[in-house]
Structures are given as structure tokens and as C-alpha cells.
């Protein structure tokens, strides 16, 4: 079946630096790329809505420039958090849309701001 | 605006118990419904996915029904089994519009 990969599993990072995260669609095209985050205890939220070589779609409160999406092909999509804060500590997970194959989901990114 | 809901929020039962899990949403214009899972600070783990067409869907143990008219989803996980202790989250798919979460429901299976 299709896969996504997520990439890092986990990463601890300083306050203050920036982290990048792919989503890497490995066997099929990805029109649309999800970016979602989840609090502890809490369901995911969509953060942001990417298509390739389009700018993101950011959801409501959502800081676009503290979340900077790439799409920058259709089976690559990266988030990066920008000058990270504790408070941005949690589980990132991207899902890649195919029509025919729907969602695809990746493993996901638990991020500690430290 | 489409807006999920999953009753109970959390659930403990004894090992061999059969048992229901709900999910209601607001909007039922949906493509389709599934079910995932999800382990403590792990990704996600589709289990069953329902077609707006379809009105279940079984796989195992686990069997899934809609009825997009009221607006519900039931999961029923039979002879449950503490490997069966993780989140469940129903969903809701727009094609490829979005895709909105539940809750969840926490379960715990206890030996």
C-alpha cells in the first residue's frame, strides 16, 4: 500500500533554533499534503493545507511564519518551526492526499523544545 | 464546519469484555468515515474506513457502522484484549478537502 515517511521520529532542540521536518510520499504523487498537530491528551488539528508549488493554506490561528511549509514537489513536503519555543513542543503528522489512494498517513514527529 | 465527537472519552474494561465506541459529526455531506488508532505517542493506525455508501464494515474483531442520517458512527471492538489498550479516533474525510478528528476515546483492557 502507499507510504508516507516522516522524518525525524523524535528531535529535541534548544529554544530559539529552528526545526525542519519532512513528509516524504514514497510510492505515489501527493496532490495535497496535511500538516497536523496534536497537544497531549488531545485530538489532531489540521495546522495547514499545502499543494504542490502553491503557498500553504494556514488554518486559523495558525502562525504561518512560525510554520513555514514547503511543497516544493509532489512527493515532498517539509515543516519547519521557526524559532522554537517550548509551548510549540509536540506531535507533528503529516498525511499525503492521492484522489484515488485518499489519505496516507505518516508516523509522525514528537518535537521537545527545550 | 464540520464537528466531531467521541463518547466515552475514556473507557477501562476487563479483559474479554465486548464493547462500543461512538463518534457523532454535525455534517453528514462526508466521503467517507474511518476509524484509526493510536498508541501512546505513536502515529496512527487506520482500522476500518467506511464509504458514505456503505453502512459497515467489519475486519477481525472490530466491526464499524454509519448511519450518516443521525450522524453517528459505532465501533465495536469484541473480546477485547489488553494489546487493544490504545486511543481511537473516528474521522471524518472531505476528499481531500480536509480531514477532521474526533477526540478520541481512551481504552484501557485490563488483564
Known amino acids: 500500500g502507499a507510504v508516507v515517511s516522516q522524518h525525524p521520529s523524535r528531535v529535541i532542540c534548544k529554544s530559539g533554533t529552528s526545526v525542519k521536518i519532512e513528509c516524504r510520499s514514497l510510492d505515489f504523487q501527493a496532490t495535497t499534503m496535511f500538516w497536523y498537530r496534536q497537544f497531549p491528551k488531545k485530538s489532531l488539528m489540521l495546522m495547514a493545507t499545502?499543494?504542490?508549488?502553491?503557498?500553504?493554506?494556514?488554518e486559523q490561528g495558525v502562525e504561518k511564519d512560525k510554520f513555514l511549509i514547503n511543497h516544493a514537489s509532489l512527493t515532498l513536503s517539509t515543516l519547519t518551526v521557526t524559532s522554537a519555543h517550548p509551548e510549540d513542543s509536540s506531535f507533528y503528522i503529516c498525511?499525503?492526499?492521492?484522489?484515488?489512494?485518499?489519505?496516507?498517513f505518516g508516523s509522525g514527529t514528537r518535537l521537545t523544545v527545550v | 464546519k464540520q464537528e466531531v465527537t467521541q463518547i466515552p472519552a475514556a473507557l477501562s474494561v476487563p479483559e474479554g469484555e465486548n464493547l462500543v465506541l461512538n463518534c457523532s459529526f454535525t455534517d453528514s455531506a462526508i466521503y467517507n468515515l474511518q476509524w484509526f488508532r493510536q498508541d501512546p505517542g505513536k502515529g496512527l493506525t487506520s482500522l476500518l474506513l467506511i464509504q458514505s455508501s456503505q453502512r459497515e464494515q467489519t475486519s477481525g474483531r472490530l466491526n464499524a457502522s454509519l448511519d450518516k442520517s443521525s450522524g453517528r458512527s459505532t465501533l465495536y471492538i469484541a473480546a477485547s484484549q489488553p494489546g487493544d489498550s490504545a486511543t481511537y479516533l473516528c474521522a471524518l474525510d472531505n476528499y481531500g478537502q480536509n480531514f477532521v478528528f474526533g477526540p478520541g476515546t481512551r481504552l484501557s483492557v485490563l488483564p
Open positions: 498525511s499525503a492526499w492521492d484522489r484515488l489512494l485518499g489519505y496516507t
Open positions: 499545502s499543494n504542490e508549488g502553491s503557498k500553504a493554506t494556514y
